[in-house]
């Protein structure tokens, strides 16, 4: 079964830049994304990508985050600079896999002093 795993969040000042890793267990992937979901609230898109390498953010993360993806080795990547303690949040890769939608387990990102 095709899976998605990412990496690479954690505590980081404000101001401060991290990137968040997401692996895919196979290729055939179209659209990636990524979302977050904080505290007690709902799960909100934060930017994705097509194959063709189109990307679409959205606006409170606009200049300051990059989403990327790399084909060849099934990953996708945010890019996430110039930090606020609002982008605090659990971060999901999401995946569209011939039709279906795949979600990663989530990754934790705390930004604070």
């Known amino acids: 079964q095709v899976q998605l795993v990412e990496s690479g969040g954690g505590l980081v000042q404000p101001g401060g830049s991290l990137r968040l890793s997401c692996a895919a267990s196979g290729s055939g992937f179209s659209i990636m994304g990524w979302f977050r979901q904080a505290p007690g609230k709902q799960r909100k898109l934060v930017a994705t990508?097509?194959?063709?390498?189109?990307?679409n953010y959205a606006d409170s993360v606009k200049g300051r985050f990059t989403i990327s993806r790399d084909n060849a080795k099934n990953t996708v990547y945010l890019q996430m600079n110039s930090l606020k303690p609002e982008d605090t949040a659990v971060y999901y890769c999401?995946?569209?896999?011939?039709?279906?939608?795949?979600w990663g387990q989530g990754t934790q990102v705390t930004v604070s002093p």
């Open positions: 990508i097509t194959s063709g390498g189109s990307t």
């Open positions: 999401r995946g569209t896999y011939y039709g279906l939608t795949k």
